[in-house]
Every structure is written in structure tokens, then in C-alpha cells.
């Protein structure tokens, strides 16, 4: 075991302290990483508050980890120290169910081994997150890096940047294809440049008119309001694919009439129950399906990475200090952010001062 710090929720009504913790060493097909940048995903927020009830406490968040491998295992072989890694929001699965040999491990039927707020398979022990100094992963749930990217800028892909890669490619969005992602938010500005760079026809949905013209910006071929009746109606049966990345409870009924026969809706966002209902003739009249689809297994995640690397492709970030993140908790509960917070893990030195 060796000491750790971070940051650390230590229960649900309090602000997120430095903490100091153990991490096992590295057995023979781990490798331990120094933590150049995490990013903070709104999972963060629900976690260290308990809204989703079965919190673990000390809670010490962070799955968007990015940074340097300075050990590895005597078994490992895809890293060596040095190398750049990133680490998402599992750390292991059971790895012999059906989905797990699929490279599926997001599925595991066992259920998958969370980066933070879980426990390890093997000890039982709490799993602590990125907002921390140093993390110990087997090498089968880390991903490599290419140094062509901007590093504090790749954090948010290993979790907003898989969650919208992941349906893209499974549900085989192709060139030419008239894409629509409906909300502009951490989750939605990675779709649309992901789907973009598939060389589809981008269409942003989005309430509010200032984020439709910050859509063009990032690659969005046109802006849909869907406030505005006649323009929906004018886009009724027109879309391939929709990738709905709104967070919240929402009425499905107006994006199903958006597409076309036999295509499919994909929710990435909404966890709760939808409200109002779907009505089936929206789907029935059309044979149109509704799916979900939740991160990527580790071989698709690398997919994805290399698919960042080839296209020049990042989130849009806003750099704060460890020191200063309960504040950015707060402006993220007011979606005060464009479009993802990232902490420099090395001001943690601040405290150390």
C-alpha cells in the first residue's frame, strides 16, 4: 500500500476536503498512473450528494482521468512508464460473462467495478477516483493516449466523449446521413463533433437559440429550434439518427415525429423516469425504435481515442484548481460552463505548500 491525496466527499451535505488515502500497490497487470487532469462529470456532483442514493463515504470522485504511467507490472503489456493512459468510469468487470468476452464490459452482467463509489472485486475495498494525485488500474481498463492532443482537454472524452462515440458508431452513422443531437451540453458538443467528423449532415436541436449559434461553432450544419412548431414539422421524418443528450425528464413525442422509417432515437442523458409518456403510434406509424445506450467497452473506448487522435478531436474546457471545486459544483448545478470543467491535478501541491 502507498499514500494517496485528493479531494474527498465525506458525507452528502459537505464540501469536498483534502484527504489523504492508500492505494494498493501495483500487482502484475496494474499499472500506476500520476494524475495530470480529471474532469468533472455531472455523476460527480450526484454522487458526493447521494442523489442517487448508495453512496459510499469517503467518496473520493473522478472518471475522466488523464495521465503519465510512472509503474507497471511485471505482466504488462501494452504500457510501459511514460506512457500517457487515460482511466474512465470502470476499473474491472467480472470478465467472463457473454458481455465481458464481447468487449462489452459497460454490460457486465455481474455488473462492472465503478471507478469511484464501487468496491474492488478482489479486497472489497472502496474504489477512489481522479481527483487525486495517483490511481493503480489493471492495464485492461486504462487507454493510450496520443501526445498530438491537448492533454487537460482529453479528460472529458473518457466519459462524455465515449458516451456519445459509443451509439454513433453502434448504430453506424455514416456520411451523408442526416444526424440530429438534441441538447448542446458536456454530452452534446462532443456529438456533434464526433458526428460530424463521421461526415454526417449535423442538425443541433436545442430551447435556446444562443447555443444554436454556438453549434455552428463547433461543427453543426443547421440549428432546429424545438420550440418553434412550423420549423419542427418542416424536419418531421427527415432524420436518420437522433442522439438525445438532455438530462433530464423530457417529452420524447416531438423528436420521434423527427425521424424517418425504421430509424432510432438514442437517450444518453435522461436516468429518470420520461414524462409525459411516449405515445406508441409515434413509434407504431414509422416503425421507429427508442434505445439507450450508456459509455463503451475498453476496446471501443481505445477506438475512440485513436479516432480523436486521427481527427484533431477534444472537449471545450474550462481549467479550474482542485482548491476551487465546490464552486465549480456550484455553477455546474446552474449549467454555468462551455463545456466541461477539467482540474489541474498538480494544484494539489497548493495544499501541500
Known amino acids: 500500500?502507498?499514500?494517496?491525496?485528493?479531494?474527498?466527499?465525506?458525507?452528502?451535505?459537505?464540501?469536498?476536503?483534502?484527504?489523504?488515502?492508500?492505494?494498493?500497490d501495483p500487482g502484475p497487470n496494474d499499472v500506476r498512473i500520476e494524475i495530470l487532469y480529471t474532469g468533472i462529470c455531472h455523476t460527480d456532483l450526484h454522487q458526493t450528494r447521494d442523489h442517487w442514493g448508495g453512496a459510499l463515504f469517503p467518496m473520493v470522485p473522478g472518471?475522466?482521468?488523464?495521465?503519465?504511467?510512472?509503474?507497471?507490472?511485471?505482466?504488462?503489456?501494452?504500457?510501459?512508464?511514460?506512457?500517457?493512459?487515460?482511466?474512465g468510469c470502470?476499473?474491472?468487470?467480472?470478465?467472463?460473462?457473454?458481455?465481458?468476452?464481447?468487449?462489452?464490459?459497460?454490460?457486465?452482467v455481474e455488473g462492472a467495478t465503478l471507478t469511484?463509489?464501487?468496491?474492488?472485486r478482489d479486497s472489497g475495498q472502496?474504489?477512489?477516483?481522479?481527483?487525486?494525485?495517483?490511481?493503480?488500474?489493471?492495464e485492461r481498463f486504462v487507454v493510450k493516449i496520443s501526445a498530438s492532443l491537448d492533454l487537460k482537454a482529453v479528460a472529458p472524452l473518457l466519459c462524455a466523449g465515449i458516451t456519445t462515440y459509443s451509439p454513433l458508431r453502434h448504430w453506424q452513422v455514416e456520411p451523408g446521413q442526416k444526424v440530429g443531437v438534441i441538447g448542446l451540453g458536456g454530452l452534446g458538443h462532443m456529438g456533434v463533433k464526433f458526428a460530424k467528423a463521421m461526415g454526417a449532415h449535423v442538425v443541433?436541436?436545442?430551447?435556446?437559440?444562443?447555443?444554436?449559434?454556438?453549434?455552428?461553432?463547433?461543427?453543426?450544419?443547421?440549428?432546429?429550434?424545438?420550440?418553434?412548431?412550423?420549423?419542427?414539422?418542416?424536419?418531421?421524418?427527415s432524420f436518420d439518427f437522433l442522439l438525445d443528450t438532455i438530462p433530464v425528464s423530457h417529452d420524447l413525442n416531438p423528436y420521434a415525429a423527427l425521424l424517418k422509417r425504421d430509424r432510432t432515437l438514442v437517450l444518453v442523458g435522461a436516468l429518470t423516469e420520461l414524462s409525459p409518456p411516449l405515445f406508441g403510434a409515434n413509434l407504431m406509424m414509422g416503425r421507429k425504435r427508442v434505445s439507450g445506450s450508456a459509455i463503451g467497452g475498453m476496446a471501443e473506448t481505445q477506438e475512440m481515442m485513436d479516432f480523436c487522435a486521427e481527427h484533431g478531436i477534444v472537449s471545450d474546457v474550462e481549467m479550474v484548481?482542485?482548491?476551487?471545486?465546490?464552486?465549480?459544483?456550484?455553477?455546474?448545478?446552474?449549467?454555468?460552463?462551455?463545456?466541461?470543467?477539467?482540474?489541474?491535478?498538480?494544484?494539489?501541491?497548493?495544499d501541500a505548500a
Open 126 to 138: 472502496p474504489t477512489f477516483g481522479g481527483y487525486s494525485d495517483q490511481i493503480v488500474v489493471d
Open 321 to 350: 484548481d482542485i482548491q476551487d471545486v465546490n464552486q465549480a459544483y456550484e455553477r455546474l448545478l446552474k449549467n454555468d460552463v462551455r463545456y466541461r470543467f477539467v482540474i489541474d491535478m498538480a494544484s494539489l501541491q497548493k
Open 1 to 24: 500500500m502507498f499514500l494517496a491525496h485528493g479531494y474527498a466527499a465525506l458525507d452528502p451535505h459537505s464540501p469536498l476536503v483534502p484527504f489523504a488515502f492508500e492505494r494498493r
Open 116 to 120: 469511484y463509489n464501487g468496491r474492488e
Open 63 to 87: 472518471h475522466e482521468i488523464v495521465g503519465r504511467v510512472v509503474e507497471v507490472g511485471n505482466g504488462v503489456k501494452k504500457f510501459k512508464a511514460g506512457d500517457l493512459a487515460g482511466v
Open 204 to 237: 443541433m436541436i436545442t430551447t435556446t437559440p444562443e447555443k444554436g449559434r454556438d453549434a455552428t461553432r463547433l461543427g453543426a450544419d443547421e440549428v432546429l429550434l424545438s420550440g418553434d412548431a412550423e420549423a419542427m414539422a418542416a424536419h418531421a421524418a
Open 90 to 108: 470502470m476499473v474491472d468487470s467480472c470478465r467472463h460473462c457473454q458481455n465481458c468476452q464481447d468487449d462489452l464490459e459497460q454490460l457486465c
